[in-house]
């Protein structure tokens, strides 16, 4: 597995509305995008962190990942996900981990928020952390 570097942090927020003016008036940060996942039921919002970002998540459905992890911390967010950026691909990176034992939550890399195509490693197998692999089929 060829990783280049932490692409993004996830952080599951009750609501982006409501994040959002934390991060850009108390940390001084810019958030450059928001979208809507529709497969994912999510709503993103991204800021610049030197090469890393931030990606604030908030659920469009009550039956979505993001809220079934803000109901399990008490309606309340926080970090999500750790997102690495492959260098040699996210489906290489799937199958070296499942060769050595490693249970995934996908089985072949599927589009996330920009653009990126993405695959989960289930938290089971990653010590406790939801670790999201991460690729730009743009730079490929």
């Given at each position: 597995?060829?990783?280049?570097?932490?692409?993004?942090?996830?952080?599951?927020?009750?609501?982006?509305?409501?994040?959002?003016?934390?991060?850009?008036?108390?940390?001084?940060?810019?958030?450059?995008?928001?979208?809507?996942?529709?497969?994912?039921?999510?709503?993103?919002?991204?800021?610049?962190?030197?090469?890393?970002?931030?990606?604030?998540?908030?659920?469009?459905?009550?039956?979505?990942?993001?809220?079934?992890?803000?109901?399990?911390?008490?309606?309340?967010?926080?970090?999500?996900?750790?997102?690495?950026?492959?260098?040699?691909?996210?489906?290489?990176?799937?199958?070296?981990?499942?060769?050595?034992?490693?249970?995934?939550?996908?089985?072949?890399?599927?589009?996330?928020?920009?653009?990126?195509?993405?695959?989960?490693?289930?938290?089971?197998?990653?010590?406790?952390?939801?670790?999201?692999?991460?690729e730009d089929p743009k730079k490929m």
């Amino acid at each position: 597995m060829n990783i280049s570097h932490i692409e993004h942090i996830g952080i599951a927020v009750p609501s982006l509305d409501e994040a959002i003016p934390f991060y850009e008036n108390i940390l001084g940060l810019k958030c450059f995008a928001i979208e809507e996942v529709e497969d994912q039921k999510v709503r993103t919002a991204f800021f610049k962190v030197g090469q890393t970002k931030i990606e604030l998540l908030e659920a469009t459905a009550p039956e979505s990942a993001i809220a079934k992890f803000i109901e399990k911390n008490g309606g309340r967010g926080g970090i999500q996900h750790v997102a690495f950026a492959m260098e040699d691909g996210v489906a290489n990176a799937l199958a070296e981990a499942e060769e050595k034992g490693c249970k995934l939550i996908d089985k072949a890399p599927r589009r996330g928020a920009e653009g990126l195509n993405i695959a989960f490693l289930h938290p089971k197998s990653t010590c406790g952390t939801l670790v999201e692999l991460c690729e730009d089929p743009k730079k490929m």
